[in-house]
Protein backbone atom coordinates (compact mmCIF):
# COMPACT_ATOMS: atom_id res chain seq x y z
CA UNK A 1 0.00 0.00 0.00
CA UNK A 2 1.84 3.18 -1.27
CA UNK A 3 0.32 5.23 1.82
CA UNK A 4 3.12 7.66 2.04
CA UNK A 5 3.84 11.10 1.71
CA UNK A 6 6.59 10.48 -1.19
CA UNK A 7 4.03 9.40 -3.10
CA UNK A 8 1.31 12.11 -2.64
CA UNK A 9 4.09 14.58 -3.44
CA UNK A 10 4.80 12.66 -7.06
CA UNK A 11 0.88 13.10 -7.16
CA UNK A 12 1.03 16.85 -6.64
CA UNK A 13 3.75 17.08 -8.95
CA UNK A 14 1.92 15.94 -12.18
CA UNK A 15 -0.74 17.73 -10.76
CA UNK A 16 0.89 20.99 -10.49
CA UNK A 17 1.52 20.45 -14.31
CA UNK A 18 -1.23 19.99 -15.37
CA UNK A 19 -1.57 16.50 -16.11
CA UNK A 20 -3.58 13.22 -15.02
CA UNK A 21 -3.53 11.09 -12.13
CA UNK A 22 -5.38 8.18 -10.97
CA UNK A 23 -6.46 8.56 -7.58
CA UNK A 24 -8.21 5.91 -5.06
CA UNK A 25 -11.79 6.02 -3.76
CA UNK A 26 -13.86 4.69 -1.21
CA UNK A 27 -16.03 3.99 -4.34
CA UNK A 28 -14.00 3.30 -7.44
CA UNK A 29 -10.73 4.75 -8.48
CA UNK A 30 -10.99 8.38 -9.98
CA UNK A 31 -8.88 10.17 -13.11
CA UNK A 32 -8.32 13.31 -11.67
CA UNK A 33 -6.96 16.33 -12.34
CA UNK A 34 -6.82 19.92 -11.76
CA UNK A 35 -10.56 21.13 -11.66
CA UNK A 36 -9.80 24.98 -12.17
CA UNK A 37 -7.49 24.01 -15.31
CA UNK A 38 -9.25 23.53 -18.73
CA UNK A 39 -5.71 22.25 -19.99
CA UNK A 40 -5.86 19.59 -17.34
CA UNK A 41 -10.13 19.01 -17.69
CA UNK A 42 -9.67 18.27 -21.54
CA UNK A 43 -6.61 15.86 -20.82
CA UNK A 44 -9.78 13.74 -18.47
CA UNK A 45 -12.13 14.05 -21.64
CA UNK A 46 -9.47 13.02 -24.28
CA UNK A 47 -8.40 10.04 -22.21
CA UNK A 48 -11.51 8.57 -21.50
CA UNK A 49 -12.78 9.10 -24.73
CA UNK A 50 -15.73 10.72 -22.96
CA UNK A 51 -18.18 13.08 -24.26
CA UNK A 52 -17.65 16.83 -23.96
CA UNK A 53 -21.52 16.68 -22.87
CA UNK A 54 -21.32 14.39 -19.60
CA UNK A 55 -20.40 16.67 -16.76
CA UNK A 56 -17.41 16.08 -14.57
CA UNK A 57 -17.59 15.13 -10.37
CA UNK A 58 -15.08 17.56 -8.79
CA UNK A 59 -13.61 16.62 -5.18
CA UNK A 60 -13.26 18.91 -2.88
CA UNK A 61 -11.32 17.83 1.25
CA UNK A 62 -14.18 20.50 2.99
CA UNK A 63 -15.85 23.22 2.78
CA UNK A 64 -13.39 26.01 1.94
CA UNK A 65 -13.11 25.73 -1.06
CA UNK A 66 -16.63 24.48 -2.03
CA UNK A 67 -17.67 28.07 -0.49
CA UNK A 68 -15.84 30.00 -3.15
CA UNK A 69 -17.38 27.66 -5.93
CA UNK A 70 -21.26 26.72 -5.43
CA UNK A 71 -24.03 28.11 -3.27
CA UNK A 72 -24.81 25.77 -0.19
CA UNK A 73 -28.22 25.65 1.81
CA UNK A 74 -29.59 23.81 4.61
CA UNK A 75 -30.33 20.47 2.78
CA UNK A 76 -26.42 20.26 1.86
CA UNK A 77 -25.56 20.88 5.48
CA UNK A 78 -27.72 18.11 6.90
CA UNK A 79 -26.09 15.37 4.32
CA UNK A 80 -22.74 16.67 4.20
CA UNK A 81 -22.71 16.45 8.63
CA UNK A 82 -24.52 12.96 8.13
CA UNK A 83 -22.55 11.19 4.82
CA UNK A 84 -19.52 13.18 4.59
CA UNK A 85 -16.66 11.99 3.81
CA UNK A 86 -18.25 9.36 1.90
CA UNK A 87 -19.84 8.09 -0.94
CA UNK A 88 -22.48 11.15 -1.67
CA UNK A 89 -22.52 13.52 -4.98
CA UNK A 90 -24.25 16.72 -4.23
CA UNK A 91 -25.22 18.95 -7.35
CA UNK A 92 -24.87 22.33 -6.42
CA UNK A 93 -25.91 25.87 -7.93
CA UNK A 94 -22.52 27.20 -9.08
CA UNK A 95 -21.24 30.92 -8.17
CA UNK A 96 -20.73 33.14 -11.50
CA UNK A 97 -17.37 33.98 -9.77
CA UNK A 98 -16.14 30.54 -9.26
CA UNK A 99 -12.87 29.27 -10.73
CA UNK A 100 -13.89 25.90 -12.02
CA UNK A 101 -13.26 25.72 -15.74
CA UNK A 102 -16.43 25.25 -17.67
CA UNK A 103 -15.48 22.19 -19.09
CA UNK A 104 -16.00 20.43 -16.19
CA UNK A 105 -19.67 21.74 -16.44
CA UNK A 106 -20.57 21.75 -20.07
CA UNK A 107 -20.98 25.15 -19.04
CA UNK A 108 -24.00 24.49 -16.93
CA UNK A 109 -24.69 26.44 -13.94
CA UNK A 110 -24.86 23.57 -11.33
CA UNK A 111 -21.84 21.32 -10.21
CA UNK A 112 -21.24 17.94 -8.64
CA UNK A 113 -19.11 17.92 -5.89
CA UNK A 114 -18.32 15.19 -3.43
CA UNK A 115 -15.90 14.82 -0.11
CA UNK A 116 -14.14 11.19 -0.26
CA UNK A 117 -13.40 9.73 2.17
CA UNK A 118 -10.55 7.37 1.24
CA UNK A 119 -7.41 8.54 3.54
CA UNK A 120 -4.80 8.57 0.82
CA UNK A 121 -6.89 10.56 -1.42
CA UNK A 122 -7.93 13.19 1.56
CA UNK A 123 -4.27 13.83 2.20
CA UNK A 124 -3.47 14.75 -1.32
CA UNK A 125 -7.14 16.97 -1.62
CA UNK A 126 -5.28 18.54 2.00
CA UNK A 127 -2.35 19.62 0.53
CA UNK A 128 -3.74 20.77 -2.97
CA UNK A 129 -5.32 24.54 -3.51
CA UNK A 130 -7.44 23.44 -5.89
CA UNK A 131 -10.12 20.57 -6.27
CA UNK A 132 -9.92 17.52 -8.49
CA UNK A 133 -12.41 16.79 -11.57
CA UNK A 134 -12.20 12.80 -11.21
CA UNK A 135 -14.37 10.51 -12.55
CA UNK A 136 -13.94 6.80 -13.14
CA UNK A 137 -10.66 5.87 -14.04
CA UNK A 138 -11.94 3.83 -17.14
CA UNK A 139 -12.53 4.43 -20.73
CA UNK A 140 -16.32 5.47 -21.22
CA UNK A 141 -18.87 2.81 -21.04
CA UNK A 142 -16.85 0.57 -19.74
CA UNK A 143 -16.15 -1.06 -16.18
CA UNK A 144 -15.49 1.53 -13.52
CA UNK A 145 -11.94 0.08 -11.98
CA UNK A 146 -11.65 -0.85 -8.46
CA UNK A 147 -8.25 -1.04 -7.83
CA UNK A 148 -4.56 -0.23 -9.50
CA UNK A 149 -3.99 -3.35 -11.46
CA UNK A 150 -7.87 -2.32 -13.36
CA UNK A 151 -6.38 1.51 -13.84
CA UNK A 152 -3.30 -0.30 -15.59
CA UNK A 153 -5.45 -2.25 -17.93
CA UNK A 154 -7.73 0.36 -18.63
CA UNK A 155 -4.98 2.87 -19.85
CA UNK A 156 -1.36 0.66 -19.50
CA UNK A 157 1.17 3.77 -19.64
CA UNK A 158 -0.99 6.82 -20.95
CA UNK A 159 -1.13 8.40 -17.68
CA UNK A 160 1.20 9.67 -15.25
CA UNK A 161 0.96 7.94 -12.53
CA UNK A 162 -1.31 5.45 -9.77
CA UNK A 163 -1.66 6.84 -6.41
CA UNK A 164 -2.07 2.90 -4.89
CA UNK A 165 -4.62 2.71 -2.08
CA UNK A 166 -5.39 -1.01 -2.42
CA UNK A 167 -9.13 -1.86 -3.92
CA UNK A 168 -11.94 0.33 -3.45
CA UNK A 169 -14.35 -0.63 -0.46
CA UNK A 170 -17.53 0.25 -1.65
CA UNK A 171 -16.92 -0.98 -5.00
CA UNK A 172 -19.57 1.29 -7.00
CA UNK A 173 -19.82 5.11 -7.60
CA UNK A 174 -21.59 7.18 -5.32
CA UNK A 175 -24.80 8.39 -4.75
CA UNK A 176 -25.47 11.34 -6.83
CA UNK A 177 -28.93 14.13 -5.49
CA UNK A 178 -29.21 17.17 -6.57
CA UNK A 179 -30.25 20.24 -3.93
CA UNK A 180 -30.43 22.63 -6.48
CA UNK A 181 -34.11 23.07 -6.48
CA UNK A 182 -36.60 19.86 -4.68
CA UNK A 183 -34.25 17.45 -3.33
CA UNK A 184 -34.10 14.39 -5.88
CA UNK A 185 -31.61 11.30 -6.51
CA UNK A 186 -30.36 11.26 -10.25
CA UNK A 187 -27.77 8.34 -9.91
CA UNK A 188 -28.15 5.25 -7.31
CA UNK A 189 -25.35 4.27 -5.22
CA UNK A 190 -23.37 3.81 -2.55
CA UNK A 191 -25.39 5.60 -0.09
CA UNK A 192 -28.88 3.59 0.33
CA UNK A 193 -31.90 5.89 -1.26
CA UNK A 194 -33.15 5.15 2.76
CA UNK A 195 -31.01 6.27 4.86
CA UNK A 196 -31.00 10.02 2.42
CA UNK A 197 -34.69 9.89 3.34
CA UNK A 198 -34.24 9.02 6.65
CA UNK A 199 -32.12 12.28 7.00
CA UNK A 200 -33.77 14.40 5.50
CA UNK A 201 -37.38 13.06 6.99
CA UNK A 202 -38.50 13.37 3.63
CA UNK A 203 -39.33 10.65 0.52
CA UNK A 204 -36.76 11.64 -2.31
CA UNK A 205 -37.59 10.78 -5.66
CA UNK A 206 -35.50 8.81 -8.10
CA UNK A 207 -35.49 10.36 -11.51
CA UNK A 208 -33.70 8.45 -14.08
CA UNK A 209 -32.45 9.54 -16.83
CA UNK A 210 -33.97 11.17 -19.61
CA UNK A 211 -32.20 11.92 -22.98
CA UNK A 212 -30.68 15.29 -21.76
CA UNK A 213 -27.23 14.23 -19.45
CA UNK A 214 -27.13 16.62 -16.83
CA UNK A 215 -24.47 14.48 -14.30
CA UNK A 216 -22.74 11.78 -14.81
CA UNK A 217 -23.77 8.32 -15.05
CA UNK A 218 -26.74 8.68 -16.92
CA UNK A 219 -26.02 7.46 -19.98
CA UNK A 220 -27.74 4.73 -21.16
CA UNK A 221 -24.75 2.68 -22.21
CA UNK A 222 -22.39 2.46 -19.15
CA UNK A 223 -20.33 0.24 -16.53
CA UNK A 224 -20.21 -2.77 -19.48
CA UNK A 225 -18.01 -5.52 -20.15
CA UNK A 226 -18.77 -5.08 -23.50
CA UNK A 227 -20.40 -8.65 -23.73
CA UNK A 228 -24.74 -9.00 -23.92
CA UNK A 229 -25.69 -9.30 -20.02
CA UNK A 230 -29.41 -10.84 -19.60
CA UNK A 231 -31.40 -10.42 -16.43
CA UNK A 232 -33.53 -11.78 -14.17
CA UNK A 233 -32.12 -15.16 -15.56
CA UNK A 234 -32.97 -19.21 -13.26
CA UNK A 235 -30.66 -20.97 -15.25
CA UNK A 236 -27.21 -20.73 -17.92
CA UNK A 237 -25.41 -22.68 -20.46
CA UNK A 238 -22.14 -24.22 -19.63
CA UNK A 239 -20.55 -21.15 -22.17
CA UNK A 240 -22.39 -18.43 -20.94
CA UNK A 241 -20.85 -16.72 -17.13
CA UNK A 242 -23.74 -16.56 -14.72
CA UNK A 243 -24.03 -14.47 -11.94
CA UNK A 244 -25.42 -15.61 -8.75
CA UNK A 245 -26.20 -13.74 -5.98
CA UNK A 246 -25.53 -16.35 -3.30
CA UNK A 247 -23.66 -19.58 -3.39
CA UNK A 248 -25.33 -22.92 -5.04
CA UNK A 249 -25.10 -26.15 -3.47
CA UNK A 250 -23.95 -27.16 -6.97
CA UNK A 251 -21.05 -25.67 -8.08
CA UNK A 252 -19.87 -24.82 -11.79
CA UNK A 253 -16.89 -23.67 -13.54
CA UNK A 254 -19.22 -20.82 -15.07
CA UNK A 255 -20.64 -19.66 -11.42
CA UNK A 256 -19.66 -16.32 -10.34
CA UNK A 257 -20.65 -15.61 -6.72
CA UNK A 258 -21.73 -11.75 -5.89
CA UNK A 259 -21.87 -13.04 -2.43
CA UNK A 260 -22.15 -16.56 -0.64
CA UNK A 261 -25.02 -15.31 1.93
CA UNK A 262 -27.36 -13.01 -0.67
CA UNK A 263 -25.52 -9.71 1.39
CA UNK A 264 -26.58 -7.44 -0.95
CA UNK A 265 -23.65 -4.53 0.33
CA UNK A 266 -20.91 -7.75 -0.36
CA UNK A 267 -22.44 -8.53 -3.69
CA UNK A 268 -22.37 -4.34 -4.52
CA UNK A 269 -18.63 -4.58 -3.47
CA UNK A 270 -17.99 -7.58 -6.14
CA UNK A 271 -19.91 -6.47 -9.12
CA UNK A 272 -17.11 -4.71 -10.95
CA UNK A 273 -14.08 -7.29 -9.42
CA UNK A 274 -16.64 -10.01 -11.43
CA UNK A 275 -17.36 -8.52 -14.81
CA UNK A 276 -14.07 -7.92 -15.27
CA UNK A 277 -13.40 -11.57 -14.60
CA UNK A 278 -15.70 -12.50 -16.81
CA UNK A 279 -14.82 -10.06 -19.59
CA UNK A 280 -11.06 -11.69 -18.85
CA UNK A 281 -11.84 -15.12 -19.20
CA UNK A 282 -13.25 -14.03 -22.80
CA UNK A 283 -16.62 -15.34 -21.86
CA UNK A 284 -19.43 -14.30 -25.22
CA UNK A 285 -22.71 -13.97 -22.85
CA UNK A 286 -23.30 -13.04 -19.21
CA UNK A 287 -26.62 -14.23 -17.23
CA UNK A 288 -27.75 -12.99 -14.06
CA UNK A 289 -29.87 -14.38 -11.43
CA UNK A 290 -33.11 -12.59 -10.03
CA UNK A 291 -31.18 -9.53 -7.60
CA UNK A 292 -34.08 -8.05 -5.07
CA UNK A 293 -34.71 -4.37 -5.95
CA UNK A 294 -34.15 -2.96 -2.30
CA UNK A 295 -30.84 -1.16 -0.62
CA UNK A 296 -28.13 -2.38 -2.45
CA UNK A 297 -29.88 -4.57 -4.72
CA UNK A 298 -31.58 -1.30 -6.22
CA UNK A 299 -28.23 0.00 -7.33
CA UNK A 300 -26.90 -3.29 -8.48
CA UNK A 301 -29.97 -4.04 -10.92
CA UNK A 302 -29.45 0.05 -11.99
CA UNK A 303 -26.11 -0.83 -12.77
CA UNK A 304 -26.42 -4.02 -14.98
CA UNK A 305 -28.85 -3.15 -17.15
CA UNK A 306 -27.23 -0.11 -17.99
CA UNK A 307 -24.12 -2.83 -18.59
CA UNK A 308 -26.70 -4.28 -21.20
CA UNK A 309 -27.27 -0.87 -22.82
CA UNK A 310 -31.25 -1.94 -22.16
Same mark, same amino acid.
Request: with cysteine.
Given at each position: ????????????????????????????? *? =?????? %?????? /? +??? !????? &??????????????????????????????????????????????????????????????????????????????????????????????????????????????????????? *? =?????? %?????? /? +??? !????? &??????????????????????????????????????????????????????????????????????????????????????????????????????????????????????
Amino acid at each position: MNNNLANIKKSIFFLNKKECVAIPTETVY *G =LAANAY %SGKAVR /K +IYS !LKKRP &RNNPLIVHYYGLNLLKNDCELNKNFFILYKKFCPGPITFVLKLKKESLISRIVTNNKKSLAVRFPKNKLSRKLLKLLKYPLAAPSANITTKISPVSKEDVKEEFGNKIKFILNGGRSKI *G =LESTII %SLVDKP /K +ILR !LGGIE &RARINKALNKNIRYEKAKKKITVPGQTKLHYSPGIPIKLNTKKSKSNEAFILIKKRKKSCKNYFYLSKTKNLRQAAKNLYKILREIKNKNYKNIVVEKIPNIGFGETINDRLKRASGK
